[in-house]
């Protein structure tokens, strides 16, 4: 039986493993790096990548058949097959930059096979192999969730493993979950043509809930029906039969966007000795990625906290820097929450809410905002969040191009900016930016902050 030995052992080579191994590499640890497929990450092959490529195509069509508004009448000719195939080549070239990375690897560290734990810092390879490690570092993602009832389906199932795969679009679709993949995939393939609706057995859409989940899907495009809080089942036959309450509808095609679930199942945690949740997800230090006191250390989707990109490469930094220096790890910064849901509108959630009476909240709209009624979507909402010094601590913002002002409002709760502080900056006119104003003002009058007094207070027409 070969035994393998080495400083840092790491599972997965995803993009959480991969800074893993190469953050202990640079700390001067012997590394091996264990993987079945080497097939590139989840983010280039089936994640983010295809599903924005994905999205493009959609906003695309969607540009042209909405043009009338701007007194331009265009009907845009849908070619399926052309737009698979472009999701399809532009996503391998992602995939092969990240297969590129690989021969960064010491061929000898990379391993292909499965990995479990036989002790806390002993390994049992699919291909016979053992390894032993000082420490081991988990980062073997996620996997999607096949709820009961929707595994009989056959190739009539579609999950972000499938559908980008398409030779063509599909006749028609329905996608069961409402979260950010479901929508943002949903709202893609009804922009370019198909008939599309969305099911989801709780009240939250794109990780909106209450009002702000029914101001969203007021302002998607009324082709694309979101039923919520229904029990969902599917009947296969020549089609599938989406049963939802009293509504009945055929689909030629079923996409399961149900959540994931961190892939865990056959590490044998237990002979690892570690401590797992009600969900069996091993308890782990979320400033130093290490589980409990042992020289195991867990990072991106599989510890199921912040199932993001960036937070994937951080924690994979953080874990495998750590397992190199075990047992003298360190406490890492935690970056401020920050999440985005590429729908039109968008949707973004940076920071965390303060708890209790110091916590303060302004809101802002665009429904008639200047830029965004030059730009045709006059639409969206922000929510901001301080405490009771006007200092922003959160925000929830659902409207065009969110993703500017997520990363504005990112870097201004990690500065410990007040509202007033961001309105002593330059806001350019007339930009999507103008339209938060209102909520910076409202912050700055419910904490009793004064807007610094060389500023405006008012507002130009068109802001
Ligand atoms: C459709 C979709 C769209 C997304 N869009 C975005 C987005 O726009 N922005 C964003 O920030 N995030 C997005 N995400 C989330 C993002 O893709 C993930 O957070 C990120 O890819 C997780 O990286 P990871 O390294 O944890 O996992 P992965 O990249 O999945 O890597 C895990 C690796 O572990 C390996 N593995 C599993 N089990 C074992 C084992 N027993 N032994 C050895 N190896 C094993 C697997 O083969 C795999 O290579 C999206 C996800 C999906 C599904
Ligand atoms: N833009 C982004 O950052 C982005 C985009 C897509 C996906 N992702 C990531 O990918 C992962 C998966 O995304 P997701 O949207 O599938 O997960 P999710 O967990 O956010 O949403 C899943 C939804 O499915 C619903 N659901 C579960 N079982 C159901 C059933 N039986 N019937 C009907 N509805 C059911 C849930 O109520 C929930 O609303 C997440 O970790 C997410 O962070 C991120």
């Known amino acids: 039986m070969t035994e393998l030995d080495c400083d840092v052992a790491v599972i997965g080579a995803g993009t959480a493993g991969l800074a893993a191994e190469r953050h202990a590499r640079q700390a001067g640890a012997r590394t091996v790096i264990i993987d079945p497929a080497w097939a590139g990450t989840t983010c280039a092959l089936v994640g983010c990548m295809p599903s924005k490529l994905l999205i493009a195509a959609g906003g695309a069509a969607h540009a042209v058949s909405s043009a009338a508004r701007f007194g331009i009448e265009a009907t845009p000719m849908i070619h399926g097959e052309a737009v698979m195939q472009r999701v399809q080549r532009l996503r391998d070239d992602f995939v092969n930059s990240t297969r590129k990375s690989f021969d960064d690897i010491p061929e000898s560290a990379r391993i292909a096979a499965t990995a479990r734990f036989t002790g806390p810092n002993t390994l049992s390879l699919s291909d016979g192999r053992q390894v032993r490690a000082k420490a081991i570092v988990i980062a073997t993602g996620a996997k999607t969730i096949?709820?009961?009832?929707?595994?009989?389906?056959?190739?009539?199932?579609?999950?972000?493993?499938?559908?980008?795969?398409l030779k063509d679009l599909p006749a028609s679709l329905a996608v069961i979950g409402a979260g950010p993949q479901g929508m943002e995939l949903a709202q893609a393939f009804a922009r370019l043509g198909v008939r599309v609706e969305v099911f989801d057995k709780g009240g939250s859409v794109a990780g909106l809930q209450g009002d702000d989940a029914d101001s969203f899907v007021a302002m998607l495009e009324p082709s694309i029906p979101v039923?919520?809080?229904?029990?969902?089942?599917?009947?296969?036959?020549?089609?599938?039969?989406?049963?939802?309450?009293?509504?009945?509808?055929?689909f030629s095609h079923v996409l399961v966007s149900a959540g994931r679930a961190p892939a865990l199942g056959g590490l044998d945690l237990t002979a690892a000795g570690l401590e797992v949740d009600d969900h069996g997800t091993p308890l782990f230090d979320k400033q130093t990625m290490q589980c409990g006191r042992a020289p195991i250390f867990i990072a991106g989707d599989a510890?199921?906290?912040?199932?993001?990109?960036?937070?994937?490469?951080?924690?994979?930094?953080?874990?495998?820097?750590?397992?190199a220096a075990f047992p003298d790890v360190r406490r890492s910064r935690r970056k401020v929450p920050l999440a985005i849901a590429f729908t039109h509108p968008q949707v973004a959630q940076i920071g965390?809410?303060?708890?209790?009476?110091?916590?303060?909240?302004?809101?802002?709209?665009?429904?008639?905002?200047?830029?965004?009624?030059?730009?045709?979507?006059?639409?969206?909402?922000?929510?901001?969040?301080?405490?009771?010094?006007?200092?922003?601590?959160?925000?929830?913002l659902c409207m065009p191009d969110a993703e500017h002002l997520a990363h504005y409002f990112a870097l201004a709760i990690t500065a410990g900016m007040t509202a007033g502080d961001l309105l002593d900056q330059p806001i350019y006119h007339p930009t999507l930016e103008e339209g938060v104003k209102k909520a910076l003002q409202g912050i700055c009058a419910a904490c009793a902050l004064k807007v610094p007094w060389d500023r405006g207070t008012g507002f130009q027409p068109g802001d």
Do not use: M, Y
């Not at 009961?148 to 199932?157: T, W």
């Not at 039923?227 to 055929?250: F, K, M, P, Q």
């Not at 303060?360 to 709209?365: D, F, G, L, N, Q």
């Open 146 to 165: 096949i709820p009961k009832g929707f595994d009989g389906l056959g190739d009539r199932l579609l999950t972000n493993e499938t559908v980008f795969d």
């Open 227 to 250: 039923h919520l809080n229904v029990d969902v089942s599917a009947e296969a036959g020549d089609e599938v039969t989406i049963r939802a309450g009293d509504h009945e509808a055929r």
């Open 303 to 323: 510890n199921h906290d912040r199932a993001v990109l960036h937070e994937a490469t951080s924690e994979g930094s953080v874990a495998g820097a750590n397992a």
């Open 352 to 396: 965390t809410p303060p708890e209790g009476d110091d916590s303060r909240v302004a809101e802002a709209s665009w429904s008639d905002q200047g830029r965004a009624r030059v730009d045709g979507h006059a639409h969206g909402f922000a929510r901001l969040h301080s405490d009771g010094e006007g200092r922003i601590c959160a925000a929830t």
